[in-house]
C-alpha cells in the first residue's frame, strides 16, 4: 500500500461541467501522474508532476489541466467534460527521487459523462 | 501510434501449465520495461520488471523476458494458478521521454 488515495471514486456528470479529480499520497513522493483506462487502448498517460508546480503533458493532455500547489496533492481538472472523456482514471506515484522505476497505482475514478 | 503492443486481448490456460504474455514496443530507445497485473475494480500492481542491459528477470513463478533486437518483452507463468486471473499490462520506460507507456492489456484467465 503506497499510501494513495483518489477522490471520488466514482462521478456522474453532464457534457460541459468542470470536473476536478483529487489524487492524494501520504508519503511525499515527488512524481505523480494521472491516467486513463479505455477498452482497446490500455493506460494513457495525461498529465504528469515532478514536484511542486512543476508538471508536464502526456499523450493524452488536451482537455485536462493538472495542478500541485501540495506535495501531497495532484488535482486533474476537466474544464468542460465531453462525452469521449468517460473513462476511469487512475492515479500514480512513483517511490524515489528518480523518474523510474515502478509505479504505484491508487484505486481509481470511474467518470461517467452524460 | 500505439508504442506498445499486446497482440492478444485474452489467453486462457489451465491451471499447472505455462502462460505465456507477449508484448512488442516500437522504439529502441526505451530502456526500462515492467508488467502490471490488474484486478477488476482496483488498480495495477506492479509484478516484474527488467532493465535493458538484461535479457531475463525471474521472481518466483514470474520470468521477463526481454529480446532488444525484436524489441519484444514477455512474461511467462509457471505454474499457471486460479488467482493469477486477472488483466496483465506491459509498460516500458525512456529516460529521454521521462515517460510511461502501456499497452493494451492481455486478459489472463487460469481454468481451475
Known amino acids: 500500500d503506497a499510501g494513495i488515495t483518489q477522490s471520488p471514486r466514482h462521478k456522474v456528470t453532464e457534457t460541459g461541467t468542470p470536473v476536478t479529480l483529487r489524487c492524494h499520497q501520504t508519503?511525499?513522493?515527488?512524481?505523480m501522474y494521472w491516467y486513463r483506462q479505455d477498452p482497446g487502448h490500455g493506460l494513457r498517460l495525461i498529465h504528469y508532476?515532478?514536484?511542486?508546480?512543476?508538471?508536464d503533458k502526456g499523450e493524452v493532455s488536451d482537455g485536462y489541466s493538472v495542478s500541485r500547489s501540495k506535495t501531497e496533492d495532484f488535482l486533474l481538472t476537466l474544464e468542460s467534460a465531453t462525452s469521449s472523456q468517460t473513462s476511469v482514471y487512475f492515479c500514480?506515484?512513483?517511490?524515489?527521487?528518480?523518474?523510474?522505476?515502478?509505479?504505484?497505482f491508487g484505486p481509481g475514478t470511474r467518470l461517467t459523462v452524460l | 501510434d500505439q508504442q506498445v503492443k499486446q497482440n492478444s486481448p485474452s489467453l486462457s490456460v489451465q491451471e499447472g501449465r505455462i502462460s505465456i504474455l507477449n508484448c512488442d514496443y516500437t522504439?529502441?530507445?526505451?530502456?526500462?520495461f515492467l508488467w502490471y497485473k490488474k484486478y477488476p475494480a482496483e488498480g495495477p500492481t506492479f509484478l516484474i520488471s527488467?532493465?535493458?542491459?538484461?535479457d531475463k528477470n525471474e521472481d518466483g513463478r514470474f520470468t521477463v523476458f526481454l529480446n532488444k533486437s525484436a524489441k519484444h518483452l514477455s512474461l511467462h507463468i509457471v505454474p499457471s494458478q486460479p488467482g493469477d486471473s486477472a488483466v496483465y499490462f506491459c509498460?516500458?520506460?525512456?529516460?529521454?521521454?521521462?515517460?510511461?507507456?502501456f499497452g493494451t492489456g492481455t486478459s489472463l484467465t487460469v481454468i481451475p
Open positions: 500514480a506515484i512513483i517511490r524515489g527521487l528518480a523518474g523510474d522505476g515502478e509505479q504505484f
Open positions: 508519503e511525499n513522493h515527488r512524481y
Open positions: 508532476s515532478y514536484g511542486v508546480k512543476d508538471t
Open positions: 522504439n529502441s530507445m526505451f530502456d526500462y
Open positions: 527488467i532493465s535493458s542491459i538484461k
Open positions: 509498460a516500458v520506460f525512456s529516460n529521454t521521454g521521462n515517460q510511461f507507456y
